[in-house]
């Protein structure tokens, strides 16, 4: 499957420090793609450097066959690239609210029909959807987050962290909306450092120092030896004790 996101080569920073040194990474059409990292590995300062909100150092940046490496933040988001940050949501709107905000440069006449699209993908929003942003729950904040993205019908949804803060029943709400934005035709590339995101996605990246250290299915990463011992913990289960 070609790559509808495509960088190659980005190197980033802030000041005089360099953070990313040449990465390459690639999402092909409708997949789901991890980028695993440790504290401070540069996974933030990737995904805002895709959308430019960070200056390119060097590298090249595309989108469905369009190169946006030097197109400034808003051209890439109408090109399809969206983001959604920790702060998704506005929590002093209604969730109806927050929607419109996310069609808001979708045509007018089509707001209407992809809000009862988004209601029938989240069942959840629809009974809430005159409740305050703020009053939801950790999970349903996150699944607003995604449909609020989602109606502006966007190619990739780049998500930092989306686990952030989240008791282990709201992360598998996260990942249970992940799984249906995915099944509606989105190409996820979601930033985290919980693995359990790995397990459900087509494909991981490691970046650690800035670099891309190790990639590949979810298992190829599992019998990854670095990975392993980073990030599954069970190296010393799995493996016949050295003598
Ligand atoms: P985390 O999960 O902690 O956010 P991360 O993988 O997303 O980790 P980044 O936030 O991209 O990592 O940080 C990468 C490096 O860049 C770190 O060394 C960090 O200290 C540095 N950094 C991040 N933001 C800034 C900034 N605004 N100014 C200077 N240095 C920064």
Same mark, same amino acid.
Do not use: C
């Given at each position: 499957? /070609?790559? +509808?996101? =495509?960088? *190659?080569? +980005?190197?980033?920073?802030?000041?005089?420090?360099?953070? $990313?040194?040449?990465?390459?990474?690639?999402?092909?059409?409708?997949?789901?793609?991890?980028?695993?990292?440790?504290?401070?590995?540069?996974? @933030?300062?990737?995904? %805002?450097?895709?959308?430019? +909100?960070?200056?390119?150092?060097?590298?090249?940046?595309?989108?469905?066959?369009?190169?946006?490496?030097?197109?400034? @933040?808003?051209?890439?988001?109408?090109?399809?690239?969206?983001?959604?940050?920790?702060?998704?949501? #506005?929590?002093? $709107?209604?969730?109806?609210?927050?929607?419109?905000?996310?069609?808001? #440069?979708?045509?007018? !006449?089509?707001? !209407?029909?992809?809000?009862?699209?988004?209601?029938?993908?989240?069942?959840? &929003? /629809?009974? &809430?959807? %005159?409740?305050?942003?703020?009053?939801?729950?950790?999970?349903?904040?996150?699944?607003?987050?995604? /449909? *609020?993205?989602?109606?502006?019908?966007? *190619?990739? &949804?780049?998500?930092?962290?989306?686990?952030?803060?989240?008791?282990? *029943?709201?992360?598998?709400?996260? $990942?249970?909306? $992940?799984?249906?934005?995915?099944?509606? !035709? &989105?190409?996820?590339? +979601?930033?985290? =450092?919980?693995?359990? #995101?790995?397990?459900?996605?087509?494909?991981?990246?490691?970046?650690?120092?800035?670099?891309?250290?190790? =990639?590949?299915?979810?298992?190829?990463?599992?019998?990854?030896?670095?990975?392993?011992?980073?990030? #599954?913990?069970?190296?010393?289960?799995?493996?016949? =004790?050295?003598?």
């Amino acid at each position: 499957m /070609a790559d +509808i996101l =495509q960088a *190659k080569g +980005i190197e980033s920073g802030y000041g005089n420090v360099q953070v $990313l040194w040449g990465v390459d990474l690639g999402v092909p059409q409708g997949s789901s793609v991890v980028l695993l990292g440790p504290n401070g590995a540069g996974k @933030t300062t990737l995904l %805002r450097t895709l959308l430019g +909100i960070l200056p390119l150092r060097s590298g090249s940046i595309r989108l469905d066959g369009e190169d946006l490496t030097r197109v400034p @933040t808003e051209r890439r988001v109408r090109a399809g690239l969206a983001f959604m940050s920790e702060l998704g949501v #506005f929590p002093n $709107l209604s969730v109806v609210d927050n929607l419109y905000m996310g069609g808001y #440069f979708l045509p007018r !006449g089509e707001v !209407g029909g992809r809000m009862r699209k988004m209601f029938d993908l989240f069942p959840d &929003l /629809a009974r &809430l959807r %005159r409740s305050l942003a703020g009053s939801l729950s950790g999970g349903q904040r996150k699944m607003l987050g995604v /449909a *609020k993205t989602l109606m502006s019908r966007p *190619k990739v &949804l780049a998500m930092d962290e989306p686990s952030a803060g989240l008791s282990p *029943k709201y992360v598998k709400e996260v $990942l249970e909306t $992940l799984e249906l934005a995915h099944e509606e !035709g &989105l190409s996820l590339l +979601i930033a985290e =450092q919980n693995v359990l #995101f790995l397990e459900h996605a087509d494909y991981g990246y490691v970046l650690e120092g800035g670099r891309i250290v190790a =990639q590949g299915s979810a298992m190829d990463l599992k019998s990854d030896d670095t990975v392993r011992r980073a990030y #599954f913990g069970m190296l010393a289960e799995t493996r016949p =004790q050295e003598t």
